[in-house]
């Protein structure tokens, strides 16, 4: 499948891939189903054999499960045209639901920690055999959900990436369980088991947070961290016969998704159309903005008039 990613590149940037699309959507739903399904598994195995690890790392996987499902939503719904209401298409709809998922997070490892600090008061009986097996097996699902990724096209798609990551993330929450149930078996170390989960919390508290952060940042129109605005200015103003940059405003719709506003004075012998293409050519090729929304006034005494006879 590798060998032919960037045949119609000639044309036109970006359409030569609806077959990776198309094997993203797959990867991302088939490693989603794998990890829901086997979320349930542990939750069930969390409350049989007492075990507050497996109960953590499933909450991790729920993590998981919603990084999956989202994405492959919002692939879904990117494929939905933009209509005339939601004028952004679906994108913003990927943003609002992490936000619920980062919130998700955070409630999910208070309660662990919690739940976690009376177990160390009162380190209750674990079954480890059961807690083993299930971990182990948590384990291997996470080796093929990362593997069924790989496959995907995790280079390219944000989405896709911050799944993977996910996932390894999980793994290390697998192996604290793994090796909790290992103590418990041979050295008969009971609080090994709110340690483990306690660990597994402060990772999806991490992840929680960071989601939390990034999406409320887009939700109340923060400028993209990675662009700067002055610089942007500052390229724009090189222009030939451009006099003054102003209302700029910079603002994301989904997370590399980044929209531009601002309003550009030129100097009376300006030829509007030319300067509309350089500074768009600039937008798109050092800023990678690819939306942009420029005005663009002649200087004399910014006269509204296109005949000039309002002096």
Known sequence: MGHHHHHGHAHGHGHSHSHAHTSN???????FLLIAAFMIVEVIGGLLTNSLALLSDAGHML???????????????GEKQVS???TYGYKRFEIIAAA????????????????ALQRFFAPPEVQSTGML???VIGLVVNIVAAWILMKGDKDENLNVRSAFLHVIGDMLGSVGAIIAALLIMFFGWGIAD??????????ILISGWRVTKDSFHILMEGAPTEIDGNEVKAALGKIPLVKEVHDLHIWTITSGYPVLSCHITIA????????????QKILHDHFHIEH???????????????????N
């Open 292 to 310: 942009s929304t420029v005005q663009i006034e002649k200087e004399a005494n910014g006269c509204p008039s296109p005949h000039g006879n309002c």
């Open 133 to 135: 097996t299930i971990s």
């Open 25 to 31: 959507k797959k990867a991302l739903l088939s490693a």
């Open 84 to 86: 005339q209401e939601k």
């Open 194 to 203: 709110p340690i483990a989960s306690v660990i597994v919390a402060v990772l």
């Open 100 to 115: 619920l998922n980062g919130l998700t997070l955070l409630a999910i490892s208070l309660f662990i920690f919690y739940e």
């Open 268 to 279: 009376d012998n300006g030829i509007h159309d030319d300067i509309l293409a350089q500074s």
């Open 63 to 77: 993590s998981d499960a919603a990084a999956l499902g989202l994405s492959f939503f919002a692939i879904r719904l």
